[in-house]
T-cell receptor, first 109, second 119 residues
């Protein structure tokens, strides 16, 4: 079956770095997405990886290892506004997104 | 660019009535639109996928006669919750992908969501 696993909740300190891990099992693979979702709002796109390696985009970076079925989202210089849920989603061979349950990130001052 | 709107943002209705939610792509043509439901503290659950001019494809366990989806044009899809019951209360979110070119055919652009409360 298809499955996305990510931690339920993480806590980090303002100004620090946090890494949110995601493992995936999909029928075929057409890429891995990360979305940010603030409470009561719709998800917003953060990153898309389809090749192995690290993609850096400002304070956020996303890594993919296809052989390990593994990705992580790295957030640097954490700000209070980064408190949100982070959703990992794998795209299968039918270009369908398989969503993880999300990781709630709590930032403390 | 790549803006998706939803209307209404929130709605309260009585049990047994029907509610229509609109999803519009404002600055691109959406060949495919997706409808999701999200219960509190849970992940997004895909309800159905719709392509312009054709019938929607519903996920297993989603009643097509209860959740009517119409994708009449490349910029508009509607979800109608018929004979709503309190257990249908949820956050309904649509997303859209564009034609080849801009925006990327892989990325889904989400609407702001509609919070439905059935009393």
């Amino acid at each position: 079956g298809q499955n996305i696993d990510q931690p339920t909740e993480m806590t980090a300190t303002e100004g620090a770095i946090v890494q949110i891990n995601c493992t995936y099992q999909t029928s075929g693979f057409n890429g891995l997405f990360w979305y940010q979702q603030h409470a009561g709002e719709a998800p917003t796109f953060l990153s898309y990886n389809v090749l192995d390696g690290l993609e850096e985009k400002g304070r956020f970076s996303s890594f993919l290892s296809r052989s390990k079925g593994y990705s992580y989202l790295l957030l640097k210089e954490l700000q209070m506004k980064d408190s949100a849920s982070y959703l990992c989603a794998g795209m299968d061979s039918n270009y369908q997104l398989i969503w993880g349950a999300g990781t709630k990130l709590i930032i403390k001052p | 660019g790549a803006v998706v709107s939803q209307h209404p943002s929130w709605v309260i209705c009585k049990s047994g009535t029907s509610v229509k939610i609109e999803c519009r792509s404002l600055d691109f043509q959406a060949t495919t639109m997706f409808w999701y439901r999200q219960f509190p503290k849970q992940s997004l659950m895909l309800m159905a996928t719709s392509n312009e001019g054709s019938k929607a494809t519903y996920e297993q366990g989603v009643e097509k006669d209860k959740f009517l989806i119409n994708h009449a044009s490349l910029t508009l899809s509607t979800l109608t919750v018929t004979s709503a019951h309190p257990e249908d209360s949820s956050f309904y979110i649509c997303s859209a992908t564009g034609t080849s070119g801009r925006p990327s055919s892989y990325e889904q652009y989400f609407g702001p969501g509609t919070r439905l409360t059935v009393t």
